[in-house]
C-alpha cells in the first residue's frame, strides 16, 4: 500500500505496466495502492499534445495566448520534432509535430483545454477581430448549474482541438 511517505519503487510500477495500466486498466487497485488526499496546484501549467505542423501551431498559440514564438526548449525525439513555448510562471504547450505521419483529429486523446479569461467579452472581441472561426453556431454558450451561469467561447486550433475560453474559473461549474 502507498502511504505518505512510500514512493511508488520501481518493482510496483513495473507490477502496474504488466497489469495492463499503461493501457488504460484501472489496475491500479489491484496492486493495493490507496487512496490519497487531491493533488493541490497553483494553475494549469501545460498540456502536451502532437499537432499535425509545428510552425503552424506556435503561430496560432502565439496569435491566440501571446505565447513567445521563439520556444523555450526545443529539439527532436524519435523522429518527432518538437518545442516548448509558452508564457514564463503561467503556462507552456509542449508540442510534438506529426508531419508526414498519420494524424487522426478524431483519435486525439484531448477533448478540450480550457483557460479561465478574467475579461470574457474582452476575450471574445479580441477572437472574433483575429478572424478565428467561433465554434458551436459562432456565438459564446451559457452554461446553467447549481452554481448559476457562465459563458464559454470554443475555437479550434490548428489541429482540431477544442479550446475553451470560460468566465468563470472552472468553467462555471463549481
Request: with cysteine.
Amino acid at each position: 500500500m502507498w502511504s505518505g511517505a512510500d514512493s511508488f519503487t520501481e518493482s510496483r510500477q513495473r507490477d502496474w505496466v504488466t497489469r495492463g495500466g499503461v493501457d488504460g486498466v484501472a489496475s491500479i487497485r489491484e496492486i493495493g495502492v490507496a487512496r490519497m488526499a487531491p493533488i493541490e496546484f497553483a494553475s494549469v501549467d501545460h498540456i502536451n499534445m502532437f499537432v499535425r505542423d509545428l510552425d503552424e501551431s506556435v503561430d496560432f498559440y502565439s496569435l491566440v495566448f501571446g505565447t513567445d514564438p521563439d520556444p523555450k526548449e526545443e529539439g527532436t525525439t524519435k523522429g518527432l520534432r518538437w518545442c516548448i513555448i509558452g508564457i514564463p510562471s503561467k503556462f507552456y504547450f509542449c508540442l510534438y509535430e506529426l508531419k508526414g505521419r498519420v494524424f487522426d483529429p478524431d483519435a486525439m486523446h484531448i477533448n478540450h483545454i480550457g483557460f479561465f479569461v478574467p475579461d470574457f467579452d474582452e476575450t471574445v472581441k479580441r477572437i472574433r477581430s483575429a478572424g478565428i472561426p467561433v465554434e458551436y453556431f459562432d456565438r459564446p454558450i451559457t452554461w446553467t448549474n447549481h452554481a448559476g451561469q457562465s459563458r464559454s467561447l470554443y475555437i479550434r486550433d490548428p489541429n482540431g482541438y477544442y479550446i475553451e475560453f470560460t468566465e468563470k474559473l472552472g468553467g462555471g461549474l463549481g
